[in-house]
């Protein structure tokens, strides 16, 4: 089910909502949460039935695991069951998502004849295994308790956070859903929630599937694109991108503020850092935490000297790329991202005025930091979005081929949207021998409104920092109508692949 849907928002958010809160007031809170539970295992449902033996599975075989480490709770045990938790949760990851990558190599380079499997991916696996991971890691070190099962269970499903994130721990998550002054209806926390999710609707609906248009075009032509074509492809590409997860996660949080749940942020401006490293402090918050904690802290993070801390950088990133998907792709793409964190961690080039411990050689202003940091995460992409190695490589050629065939005009002509329907009319009447050029412009003004937006005020700093006045009710009643309006272009969220 997705969260820009009419069966969602008509259907089943008031349905959950309104369970929710009649039960809690009933005082029937163990109900509430299985309730909540059942409802959000509907939602992971709702696109293949398949999905819900995956996760139901996940999940009992963790909490059974949870149950024996508080029966023996010897050292001995601990460390057997740390052992079965990264074999069950890596594992059933390893069988869905890589094993067909694995021995698919494995053919290549052996020679050998294994029968691929050709598995379906469970939407969101990636997510709820991490999720899940954390708790059981925690556990075996004697850091986390066993929680009751109605707790453990709605931690894990909670629908807002389920299929594509913010990747939540349990320390963050259980107390909360064992707090009975959150089981109250607040106004406050749902006018909140309401904002939050409509703007991240706006991303995703207004922005991102209208970017996706000639980004897809342009990634299922790579051999045709000419420089022009192919810089502002990437570039719509990278805009795409971040209004379409940050989207999503907006929307997650505003659904769990409506809940009285608060998820953590996810996104803080990213494209304003003026490096990498920074860069990646503020993008997809939650899993740079989780691979801090629970990898690059035990390999020994930066207490074993420089190339140990290079290499576990290194291993981080590696991994990154690695989680986002089965593909060399990927794995091409998180190497560079290592790669150039590594090079910020040097020291050789550093901002001006930034608060580095220790000042870098050679200082540069900010603004030149931005355009090198932003720059070079649009030539990652380029990994990062194409299906194999021989698109991503060609995307590099097209640029450095330094030549304009006018395929650009193809790409643009991708803006024959609803909304330009009208316009499109009276110059076909009037003008027609515009038209082209027409559609180039309108390329050319949303991508100038979409930097633009990025420039400004995110969404946590709009709704946390600004109260609820009349202004930023009206652009969010504007928006919500003029996003469900475009429901009939539904299209999935880019991480419910991850």
């Known amino acids: ?71 023996f709770s010897s050292r001995i045990f601990a460390r057997i069951g740390l052992i079965c938790g990264l074999l069950i949760n890596l594992g059933l990851l390893f069988y869905f998502k890589y094993y067909d990558f694995f021995f698919e190599n494995i053919n290549l380079i052996f020679h050998t004849d294994f029968t691929l499997k050709n598995i379906l991916l469970p939407l969101g696996i990636s997510f709820f295994t991490f999720q899940q991971l954390s708790f059981i890691i925690d556990r075996c070190r004697g850091k986390a308790e066993h929680y009751s099962f109605a707790n453990y269970l709605t931690f894990v499903t909670f629908f807002p956070q389920l299929i594509a994130g913010p990747i939540v721990l349990y320390k963050e998550m259980m107390p909360q859903f064992e707090d009975e002054t959150k089981r109250r209806f607040q106004s406050d926390n749902f006018a909140k929630g309401i904002v939050f999710f409509t703007l991240g ?44 997860f940050s989207g999503y996660s907006d929307m997650a949080v505003g659904l769990g503020k409506m809940f009285n749940i608060e998820l953590p942020v996810n996104f803080n401006s990213p494209y304003k850092a003026c ?17 801090i904690q629970y990898v690059y802290i035990p390999l020994g993070g930066s207490r074993k000297g420089k190339m140990r801390t290079i290499l576990n950088t290194f291993m981080v990133f590696f991994l990154s790329g690695l989680w986002h998907g089965a593909n060399w792709t990927y794995i091409a793409w998180g190497t560079m991202q290592g790669l150039l964190v590594i090079w910020d961690n040097l020291g050789v080039i550093g901002i001006k005025g930034s608060n580095e411990k220790v000042p870098a050689r050679i200082q540069i202003p900010r603004w030149l930091g931005w355009f090198f940091t932003f720059s070079f995460f649009n030539l990652s992409l380029f990994f990062f979005r194409s299906d194999n190695m021989t698109n991503a490589f060609q995307m590099f050629k097209n640029i450095l081929a330094f030549k304009n065939t006018g395929y650009i005009y193809k790409v643009a002509a991708l803006m024959d949207i609803p909304e330009f329907y009208l316009i499109k009319q009276v110059i076909n009447l009037t003008v027609p021998e515009m038209l082209t050029y027409v559609y180039l412009a309108v390329f050319l003004v949303l991508l100038a409104v979409s930097g633009f937006i990025l420039t400004r005020k995110n969404t946590w700093e709009i709704v946390e920092r600004y109260p609820l006045n009349t202004k930023l009710c009206l652009w969010v009643t504007v928006i919500f109508v003029w996003s469900v309006i475009s429901f009939s272009q539904v299209s999935t969220f880019i991480y419910f692949n991850f």
């Not at 990646?280 to 899993?287: A, S, V």
């Open 275 to 291: 490096s990498v490293k920074e860069l990646w402090q503020r993008w997809h918050m939650t899993l740079s935490r989780f691979f």
């Open 201 to 244: 609707l706006g991303k995703k609906v207004l922005l991102a599937d209208v970017l996706a248009l000639p980004v897809n075009f342009g990634f299922d032509h790579t051999p045709f694109l000419d420089t022009p074509s192919t810089l502002l492809v990437i570039l719509a590409y990278t805009f795409e991108i971040y209004f379409d």
């Open 1 to 71: 089910m997705l969260f820009n849907s009419y069966v969602f928002i008509f259907l089943f958010l008031p349905l959950v909502l309104a369970g929710w809160y009649f039960l809690n007031y009933l005082k029937a809170h163990e109900a509430a949460k299985f309730f909540l539970a059942g409802m959000s295992l509907w939602f992971y449902g709702y696109f293949n039935k398949y999905y819900l033996a995956v996760i139901v599975v996940s999940i009992l075989g963790n909490y059974l695991l949870s149950y024996l480490l508080k029966v």
